[in-house]
């Protein structure tokens, strides 16, 4: 029978071990079925239960340190082979995994989503190919509205079907089709008849905002814009809200934020105002929402927008709109 | 909601103040002007003895094309009280707008023949007692003139520019000789006529142009710009000074047929309100007489539909609701009468008002709401942080699937590109072509993403890259045979798989699996319509897949997230090596094998040449999942293979 002494001597054995086979023949012995800690288990039934229970604790102890003590050897034998798997230039670069980047345009898309979503905001979607109605007259645009000719429209058959001009038609869109109350954001591409040059694109993308529901004002519209000029701009960004004028909006409202390049004192980025218009906004004009059958004595909303590539181009350190969307875009 | 462009307004300081008290600094002074709706431009420039203020004009505000107009703005945002330039003319005839023509002898008549397109003209006949060239313009006007950017001429013409500035009306004046027995004419062009403008250009008119003529010829582009042979030289002793007001929309439309932008244009083809047209005619008037002692001999008016001046009523609860901010009635009749509104009626709960002529912005309740908030500052209204329950979620189907798919192609190591919808046109007769393009270039909108992303693939190619991966989601757009919509826009994946060391074969083969991955990966059934692959040279493909047409919401779908977890099967590998007679193609054996074996997971393959040449040596590494006896499934799919294919197992 084995002893708590030649259990003293297993230390000793296991340090002449080499190979994972010697351990697994020694782990037999001692723990196996017939090992000697079942042995010493055995011995344990001739005896009365008080000194069972008392001897039984004592075994279960040292089965506890003879476990240890095999794994620990298990752990030393497999990091010793593990030293040989390296036995190479570890120094070497990794092997390049590739994976791809969105446009940009994307990437903006996506932080802004974030935090309109937060808020509640769905995103909503319409056509590029616009009709006249959804484009202009339903935005309080009749025609020879002045500001009609300063959208230089491109169009496919004149007066009826052209390219839309802003995003403002998916918001049409939506309150034409959707119940109230609605929340949404409209990214998407929008076109102007213009010559190309460095900052100015025939195509660009636009941004544009809604929120209609009963008792929206303009406090709103100012928590929501300086809100979200403080998520994109970064908290510290001072923000500036002053009367402007749009046509589909009454109270019209444009939000400045104060030039991060010169603290405000004025520079030529910000054409020595101290502030950058980021973001034109107000009240959904009464007309708007009547050309949408909605009755503007009960519900009330706000819309903004703004143009997304100069955003992307400050992001993103490019300098000329046109390298957004002639596909000679590379990422470093 | 993109910035328009703005019509700025130039405003020399000396000149405002004759108008309103300035007890505040520039700086002050536009930061209070850009709060109420009038940004500051450019810097405020130095000139000789003053400072030039740029501020830019809403559109829809043509009284702010004046220096009063921004004068009342200023007295209103600085609380002060406005002066405006004082004349006894009109006289009581012509404000009651009844005269035609008057004195027998000195004659003044005028004909409307286009009232759609004029709706008042009213003019002086006035008699010099000296030549135009003897006459002096005096100082103060040349320095504000000069500070605003004006050439100073000669009195008559100086007078005119300086009233258009000055209150925001153009007028112009012809020399009486030119206009033959006192008779002025209002009518359409001639199509084809021409006209020589100030400055020497021909213009060719058209019959939508309006003319204000004499009996014989056109002697001015009415609104825009005089005639170069009638208007008042060194020589002239007696004029016509005119003021109008037209149809604005003609004038804008005129204005770009013409190419034709002047200070008088611009203020036009706005809204001014006709009562502005007498107003600016008495000031010009009275000048005239002041400085070149001039004497009225005749005067006329033809105003057909006299225009009233709106009332509109405002609650006061409006302003809480729409402005979120509580102002008291009396508060707000203060604001607005500072800004020249009168309160014909004023209540706790509303007020009557009445809108003076200058403002013909203001048309609505809202109108004024955005009147007194803007009074009361912008900047000192709530913030209020919306507390609403959230709306029903409606985002586009479209958005979020494209989302899917675009961090799919990001985890297949496709870039995305946004490439531009404008191509040029190519005689396709399902191409959408613009009617109005600028740019030849990009005249028609694309039938596919191929040609935005081959461009950027040898973009890439051309600075080095070998291996390229580019996808696009965007539309494609087609002229449709549907009456109630004429063109039509869908939605395309394309993608461009380039690898400069792999066989055609390989690069192809890559793309399709590509496509295979996607429908996996999104839970769509992987069909033939779906895509096209196009074979671009030895190694590059583009592929084009109709995502809006076969992705619908309709389509069935098993999405990831409602797939089944099950505890991890055992896979279990054997190999099938045939020959197969050349009429078969391996492709479709290997379909065969995965569509009547659906324990077989996968199919890896590898193909040889045995001796036979009319043989293709195939072997199929099928991975089988579960427990299954591997050698009666080997035994079953070889038999369906013989009998099918008349395929040698080896």
Known sequence: ?332 | MENDRIKDMKIPLHWLKEYVDIDVSVNELTDKLTSIGHMQDKKPEQVENDTVIDLEVRQNRPDCLSVLGVAREVAAVTGKLVTAPSAQYPSTALRTGAVQSTNGKDKLHIENAAPDLCRRFIAYRIKLPQRNSGLSTPQWMVDRLTAYGIKVISPLVDITNYVTIELGEPLHAFDMRFIEDGEVVFRRAHEGEKLTILGGRVLTLTNDDLVVASKSNALSLAGMIGGADSGVGPDTTEIVLEAATYNQASIRRSSIRHSVRTEASSRHEKFLHPQLAEVALGRAAQLVLDICNGKIVAEADSYPKPESTPKILLRISELARLGGVSISANDASGYLKSLGFSILNAELSALQVSIPYWRTDILCEADLVEEVVRMYGYERTPVVIPAFAPPKNITSYWFTLEEEIRDIMLAHSFDEHITEPLTKSDGDTRQVVLQNALNSQKDALRLTLQEGLRHALSHQKKFGREEVRLFELGKVYEKADHPKSPYTERRQLGFILHNAHAPTQEVYLRAKGVVDSLCTKLGYTLTDNLYQISVLDKNSVYVALEIERYWSPETPRVKADKRLYTSIPHLHTFDISLYLPKAHQPGVVIQTVKDGWKEVENIDYELFQPKDANMVGLLLKCTVSGATHKHVLIEAIAETLKKTYSAIIR
């Open chain 1, 1 to 332: 029978m084995v002893t708590m002494r030649d259990i003293s001597t297993l230390p000793n054995l296991l340090a002449e071990i080499k190979t994972a086979e010697q351990l697994a023949a020694l782990e037999i012995e001692y723990l196996g079925r017939n090992g000697h800690i079942n042995a010493l288990a055995r011995t344990l039934q001739k005896l009365s239960p008080e000194e069972r229970k008392e001897k039984g604790a004592q075994l279960n102890a040292l089965k506890q340190d003879v476990l240890e003590l095999f794994e620990r050897k298990k752990d030393e034998i497999q990091n010793e082979q593990q030293s040989h798997l390296t036995d190479f230039d570890t120094s070497l670069p990794g092997i390049k995994q590739k994976s791809g980047h969105l446009h940009p345009t994307s990437l903006v898309v996506r932080e802004i989503y974030e935090y309109f979503t937060y808020l509640g905001y769905s995103v909503y979607e319409g056509p590029e190919i616009e009709t006249e109605e959804y484009n202009f007259a339903k935005l309080n645009l009749p025609p020879d509205h002045p500001a009609r000719e300063l959208q230089d429209t491109l169009y496919i058959l004149e007066p009826e079907y052209l390219l839309r001009t802003h995003t403002s038609s998916v918001e049409i869109r939506c309150l034409t089709q959707e119940k109230l109350p609605v929340k949404i954001i409209t990214p998407g591409k929008c076109y102007r008849n213009e010559n190309t040059n460095a900052s100015n694109n025939a195509i660009f993308y636009q941004l544009e905002g809604l929120f209609i529901d009963k008792g929206v004002h303009m406090g709103h519209l100012k928590a929501t814009l300086d809100g979200f000029a403080r998520f994109l701009y970064g908290e510290n960004t001072i923000t500036r809200f002053r009367c402007k004028y749009y046509p589909q909006v009454e109270p019209g409202m444009g939000m400045d934020i104060q030039c991060q390049l010169c603290q405000g004192v004025g520079c030529a980025v910000c054409k020595y105002r101290g502030w950058l218009e980021v973001v034109g906004a107000g009240m959904v004009h009464p007309n708007m929402l009547s050309a949408c059958g909605i009755d503007g004595e009960e519900w009330s909303g706000f819309a903004f927008g703004f143009g997304l590539d100069r955003l992307v181009m400050m992001r993103y350190g490019i300098t000329d709109i046109r390298s957004l969307y002639n596909g000679e875009l590379v990422w470093k």
